[in-house]
């Protein structure tokens, strides 16, 4: 019993050698004809095991050689997998330029230019599957070739009269030092106000209403500044605006948007609505107050937090915090 499941040992060691050496198998190939050899040893070992007789265990050994070596399939022949490469390569190529010809934003130069790079590219992509010499390397040549196909189709939005893409306003605290500037490009002779760190309840905010670029390429936003009105209450102060670094660093969204269940009031106090516009005032809660949170509601570029008594707080950061 133990000789016949020492064979079984070695005659999977053999196959999955001889699967790990065809070069006409993919790594993933390889890895799939390897497990399925070693599933069907053990569950023949397995046979073995409650053989009851020297011919049932003689049985299952013969079973399990040829379980074993059955689980070794031949790949097609390299010259075969470049052949199928290379052909899914035109097709792949015939559907690129098939949309760069259907593409609008595109005058008809930019579709020629286009459609010969698409055709460059696909003669360089297909040859170098053919200077490779095992499955593995055709198919990421092949893989790479349909990256660089694709990306030869370039659209370009803002022609035909297309406006550019609508810029969505955001609002968001700030968590370090920085300046606000009156231009994109920031000079110390530019900068209308400095602001310190500030945690909250206390961080200084802004509503993101676009972007520019600095004459050096870097990406600013144009911002106004949110200033207190009331306990619970902002506004956007127009007089207030500029521009400020882009850098995520700087800065986190001003709301709880999701996953929100309790909060305690962190501001000096929080103003409790009937509605989320926030204009039917029904109380206010103290600084420390714990609140259960029934839902988080979007109402335009701001959020609302509705209590699971059904009325409506600010979701600002500044106001309160989440706790478990």
Same mark, same amino acid.
């Given at each position: 019993?133990?000789?016949?499941? @020492?064979?079984?040992? #070695? ?7 001889? %699967?790990? !050496? ?30 009851? #007789?020297?011919?049932? %265990?003689?049985? @299952? ?6 379980? %074993? ?43 020629? *230019? ?8 696909? @003669? ?6 053919? $200077? ?6 055709? @198919? ?6 349909? =990256? ?31 300046? $606000? ?18 945690? *909250? ?14 004459? !050096? ?17 902002? $506004? =956007? ?14 800065? $986190?969204?001003?709301?709880? %948007? ?12 929080? *103003? ?38 059904? *009325? ?13």
């Amino acid at each position: 019993m133990t000789a016949a499941k @020492a064979n079984l040992d #070695s005659e999977a060691t053999k196959v999955k050698d001889a %699967i790990a !050496h065809d070069d006409t198998l993919t790594s993933a190939e390889k890895a799939a004809q390897s497990a399925t050899v070693d599933a069907e040893k053990n569950f023949d070992q397995a046979k073995i095991d409650n053989g009851n #007789s020297a011919d049932e %265990i003689n049985a @299952a050994y013969d079973q399990g050689i040829k379980d %074993i070596d059955g689980q070794r399939k031949l790949g097609k022949s390299l010259d075969e997998k470049k052949a199928a490469a290379k052909a899914n390569l035109d097709a792949e190529a015939v559907k690129v330029k098939k949309a760069i010809e259907n593409d609008k934003t595109l005058t008809k130069a930019d579709k020629a *230019r286009q459609v010969k790079n698409v055709n460059r590219v696909k @003669a360089e992509e297909q040859a170098k599957i053919d $200077r490779e010499n095992n499955a593995d390397g055709i @198919a990421k040549a092949y893989q790479q070739g349909v =990256v660089k196909i694709k990306a030869q189709h370039v659209k370009k939005h803002n022609n035909a009269g297309k406006p550019k893409k609508k810029f969505t306003p955001r609002r968001v605290y700030m968590v370090k030092g920085f300046y $606000r500037y009156s231009t994109a490009t920031f000079y110390k002779k530019n900068r209308v106000k400095g602001y310190k760190k500030h945690g *909250r309840p206390n961080a200084v905010m802004f509503t993101i209403v676009g972007e520019a670029k600095s004459k !050096h390429g870097l990406k600013r936003y144009k911002v106004y500044q949110i200033v207190s009105k009331k306990q619970g209450l902002f $506004r =956007v102060d127009h007089k207030k605006w500029g521009y400020i670094t882009a850098k995520p660093s700087y800065m $986190r969204p001003l709301y709880y %948007i999701k996953n929100v269940h309790k909060v305690k009031v962190i501001g000096k106090g929080l *103003r409790v609505y009937k509605n989320n516009k926030l204009s039917k005032y029904v109380k206010s809660y103290k600084r420390g107050t714990v609140l259960k949170v029934k839902a988080v509601k979007k109402l335009g570029t701001t959020y609302r937090l509705q209590l699971s008594d059904g *009325r409506y707080v600010s979701s600002n950061k500044n106001l309160v915090k989440i706790i478990k």
